[in-house]
């Protein structure tokens, strides 16, 4: 079994004790072979945490594959990983760390890296957006909607904050902020992303409040802008079946499942289409 980093640090200091002393030449070849064998030692166990962590990645990849199975209209994380680059204050390394924890769902781990990063480097906008991200995905929405708010405002064309922002409103059912923000991201048009969420997500905010035809445009326009935004044709089909248009709704989800029949939400399409087929509601 490997030492712990406890009796390797006891073993350096003790070496490092005696190398000191006055009797340490008569020592000599007994500490250089001890010294050998603590650096051999370290070395082997660095390569075995390596590999460690490798299959730790691997299971890190299992678990997205077992979340992506539980299908979420939360916004896809995007954003370039962040680049470290040399200041005093350490703040990159904080907001480098924040975006590796989020790619891996740890949204805990990384409202903490983040949080350290602001700590170091007030406002930095990059820690914000980023800290945002994480307790949006964590379903903190109000502290996620306070993070975005200070985003815009320093950045009132950052259209990825806006569509954020109409995420949460409308995970919030405040409905009239919601369409203000994502129509105001439509509006900005520079970032194709942003535009096809942002029509997807009024949508949603329509097909909410029974306004069927309406949320039925907007979802026709995410598959223009987006056909693999597979969800898009499963609210597509509930805003056609609550509007009594069974067969439009039954031929979108066979539409959906068509398009991507291993793609959760092409899953989701066909369980809906047995379920309205054998007599049941969506």
Same mark, same amino acid.
């Given at each position: 079994?490997?030492?712990?980093?406890?009796?390797?640090?006891?073993?350096y200091?003790?070496?490092?004790?005696?190398?000191?002393?006055?009797?340490?030449?008569?020592?000599?070849?007994?500490?250089?072979?001890?010294?050998?064998?603590?650096f051999?030692?370290?070395?082997?166990?660095?390569?075995?945490?390596?590999?460690?962590?490798?299959?730790?990645?691997?299971?890190?990849?299992?678990w997205?594959?077992?979340?992506?199975a539980?299908?979420?209209?939360?916004?896809?994380?995007?954003?370039?990983?962040?680049?470290?680059?040399?200041?005093?204050?350490?703040?990159?390394?904080?907001?480098?760390?924040?975006?590796?924890?989020?790619?891996?769902?740890?949204?805990?781990?990384?409202?903490?890296?983040?949080?350290?990063?602001?700590?170091l480097?007030?406002?930095?906008?990059?820690?914000?957006?980023?800290?945002?991200?994480?307790?949006m995905l964590?379903?903190?929405?109000?502290d &996620?909607?306070?993070?975005? +708010?200070?985003? =815009?405002?320093?950045? /009132?064309?950052?259209?990825? !904050?806006?569509?954020?922002v $109409?995420?949460i409103?409308?995970?919030?059912?405040?409905?009239?902020?919601?369409?203000?923000?994502?129509?105001?991201?439509?509006?900005?048009?520079?970032?194709?992303?942003?535009?096809?969420?942002?029509?997807f997500?009024?949508?949603?905010?329509?097909?909410?409040?029974?306004m069927?035809?309406? &949320?039925?445009?907007?979802f +026709?326009?995410? =598959?223009v802008?987006? /056909?693999?935004?597979?969800? !898009?044709?499963?609210?597509? $089909?509930?805003?056609?079946?609550?509007n009594?248009?069974?067969?439009?709704?039954?031929?979108t989800?066979?539409?959906?499942?068509?398009?991507?029949?291993?793609?959760?939400?092409?899953?989701?399409?066909?369980?809906?289409?047995q379920?309205?087929?054998?007599?049941?509601?969506?």
């Open positions: 079994m490997p030492e712990s980093p406890t009796s390797h640090r006891d073993r200091q003790d070496l490092e004790r005696r190398l000191d002393a006055p009797t340490a030449g008569a020592e000599r070849d007994v500490l250089k072979r001890e010294i050998v064998g603590l051999k030692a370290l070395e082997a166990e660095i390569a075995e945490l390596s590999a460690l962590k490798d299959d730790v990645k691997r299971l890190v990849d299992k997205k594959a077992m979340a992506a539980q299908p979420s209209n939360a916004p896809e994380f995007v954003g370039e990983k962040p680049v470290v680059h040399a200041d005093h204050i350490g703040a990159s390394t904080f907001v480098e760390k924040g975006w590796s924890l989020i790619s891996v769902a740890d949204y805990d781990g990384a409202e903490t890296a983040l949080r350290r990063a602001l700590q480097s007030p406002g930095d906008p990059q820690a914000e957006s980023l800290l945002g991200w994480a307790m964590n379903e903190k929405y109000d &996620a909607l306070m993070s975005f +708010q200070q985003v =815009l405002m320093r950045e /009132p064309a950052n259209a990825l !904050a806006r569509i954020n $109409g995420y409103c409308l995970k919030k059912r405040i409905f009239g902020e919601a369409i203000e923000h994502l129509s105001k991201a439509i509006r900005l048009d520079n970032d194709r992303k942003a535009s096809l969420y942002a029509h997500y009024l949508g949603l905010v329509y097909l909410e409040r029974d069927f035809e309406d &949320a039925q445009t907007f +026709q326009k995410t =598959l802008l987006g /056909p693999n935004l597979i969800q !898009a044709y499963y609210e597509l $089909g509930r805003a056609y079946w609550f009594g248009q069974r067969d439009e709704a039954t031929q989800w066979r539409d959906g499942y068509a398009a991507n029949k291993f793609n959760p939400w092409g899953k989701r399409c066909a369980e809906v289409l379920t309205v087929e054998a007599g049941g509601e969506p």
